[in-house]
Antibody, heavy 117, light 107 residues
Framework: EVQLLESGGGLVQPGGSLRLSCAASGFTFSSYAMSWVRQAPGKGLEWVSAISGSGGSTYYADSVKGRFTISRDNSKNTLYLQMNSLKTEDTAVYYC??????????WGQGTLVTVSS | DIQMTQSPSSLSASVGDRVTITCRASQGIRNDLGWYQQKPGKAPKRLIYAASSLQSGVPSRFSGSGSGTEFTLTISSLQPEDFATYYCLQHNSYPRTFGQGTKLEIK
């Protein structure tokens, strides 16, 4: 069974940094691209970033480009999202997702990031 | 970037009704589209992939159609557990983009 467990969320001040982690199990992690999707309170889904199975290719939404960095450690079956220069509008639940044939198939339960002074 | 315009934003319907939700892409995306259902406090769940293929385990009352720029999700006979929010997502190119969502409420 595929399991994706996010961690690292919390309260941070504007301009601060946070690193999210996603521990994956139940599949061969290095064989799959992964992605982060977020959802602000009461709002819709927003795709944030993606990374190939090897980690050699990364993609970002314009809203986070230059501030967020996606990475992975295939030896630890873990996906990361380093978030810098955080803004109040980055407040959201962040979901880790597994891609199968380019499509978001499996989702974690999410971790809440709150950016507030 | 590809924009996905989803309509309606909300819909009130009764158990047993047939409902249709539409997504329009700002440029052609072949059939690179999925539909997701999200219930409050839960992660989204994929219902349809490749525009018209039913995800394993999803009831057959859900169906998808379309190609190019116009896509629809149809629920043939609403059940109580179908009241949720639905999103389309294009995976034709980066950045990926979701529709704005359709909140399906009980009439």
């Amino acid at each position: 069974e595929v399991q994706l467990l996010e961690s690292g969320g919390g309260l941070v001040q504007p301009g601060g940094s946070l690193r999210l982690s996603c521990a994956a199990s139940g599949f061969t992690f290095s064989s799959y691209a992964m992605s982060w999707v977020r959802q602000a309170p009461g709002k819709g889904l927003e795709w944030v970033s993606a990374i190939s199975g090897s980690g050699g290719s990364t993609y970002y939404a314009d809203s986070v480009k230059g501030r967020f960095t996606i990475s992975r450690d295939n030896s630890k079956n873990t996906l990361y999202l380093q978030m810098n220069s955080l803004k109040t509008e980055d407040t959201a639940v962040y979901y880790c997702t597994r891609l199968v044939l380019q499509q978001l198939v499996d989702w974690g339960q999410g971790t809440l990031v709150t950016v507030s002074s | 970037d590809i924009q996905m315009t989803q309509s309606p934003s909300s819909l009130s319907a009764s158990v047993g009704d047939r409902v249709t939700i539409t997504c329009r892409a700002s440029q052609g995306i072949r059939n690179d589209l999925g539909w997701y259902q999200q219930k409050p406090g839960k992660a989204p769940k994929r219902l349809i992939y490749a525009a018209s293929s039913l995800q394993s385990g999803v009831p057959s009352r859900f169906s998808g159609s379309g190609s190019g720029t116009e896509f629809t999700l149809t629920i043939s006979s609403l059940q109580p557990e179908d009241f949720a929010t639905y999103y389309c997502l294009q995976h034709n190119s980066y950045p990926r983009t979701f529709g704005q969502g359709t909140k399906l409420e009980i009439k």
